[in-house]
């Protein structure tokens, strides 16, 4: 793992009309790193991953990653906004995300899906991308299925899929949000794996789960959120073994048998 700060999540806030979801969060990641972001439901966890790929504006502090910054802004300046726009323009390249629901377009191949976005976002030709394509498919486990529709799939292979669809944007970082939560148990394996690859292989990597074993298993870093605000944050054994508040005890004695 390198010491190079990737992202710099500064008093972080998004409240979406009276409510605030995200209070004052504040994270920093290295290149290379694993962080895994644990918490009971509503904590804000999928709210500060939605921010850091511009999925969400901000509505306070400030958020840094590969030297571009985008502003929280809770008025309505137009030159911030016009700002983050831009920035988050270029955060999008960097970025790449897999969400609970695998979002695959139904009415295409899977190597179609995953050879979209290349195409229409960063203009490749369609021979070049298709034999990256088949590299990344064929990692993922899925080459075999490249001329399936999602339907065809299970939960457990359409989110792999999606997963190559990702990394076929060639992102500096992954974003997960949950992503064996609807998921059958016996495929949350199978996408787990992936993640562990791509782990093993160095990539920077911002993973929701609920999945502690993991957590424990592949994270550089736990950070546990409730309540919008980052409770405790550390290795996996200080965090998940050996939390210091009491918030953080009561939720892992609870989820942790």
């Known amino acids: 793992m390198s010491g190079d700060v990737l992202i710099n999540v500064c008093r972080l806030k998004k409240k979406f009309g009276d409510l605030e979801v995200l209070k004052d969060v504040n994270v920093k990641v290295s290149k290379g790193e694993v962080v895994c972001v644990v918490g009971p439901s509503g904590s804000g966890k999928s709210t500060f991953l939605r921010c850091l790929n511009y999925l969400e504006n901000p509505t306070g502090g400030e958020i840094t990653i590969a030297g571009n910054i985008v502003k929280g802004i809770d008025t309505k300046n137009r030159q911030i906004i016009k700002d983050n726009k831009k920035k ?50 064929s990692k993922v486990g899925m080459l075999e299925k490249k001329d399936c529709y999602p339907s065809q799939l299970s939960g457990g292979q359409q989110q792999r899929v999606a997963i190559a669809r990702a990394l076929a944007m060639e992102p500096d970082i992954m974003l997960f949000d949950e992503p064996t939560s609807a998921l059958d148990p016996e495929m949350v394996t199978e996408v787990l794996n992936v993640m562990k690859s791509l782990a093993n292989e160095g990539m920077t990597m911002i993973i929701v789960t609920h999945e502690m074993g993991f957590a424990a298993e592949v994270a550089d870093k736990v950070i546990f959120m409730e309540n919008g605000y980052v409770i405790e944050e550390g290795t996996p054994d200080e965090v998940l073994r ?8 009561k939720f892992f004695s609870s989820v942790l048998k």
């Open 242 to 249: 050996n939390p210091k508040t009491e918030r953080a005890q």
């Open 88 to 137: 988050a323009k270029e955060i999008c390249k960097h970025v790449g995300m897999v969400f609970q629901s695998f979002n695959l377009f139904p009415h295409k191949t899977v190597l179609q899906n995953v050879i979209e976005a290349p195409i229409m976002v960063k203009k490749l030709k369609k021979k070049e991308i298709e034999e990256i394509a088949v590299g990344l498919l």
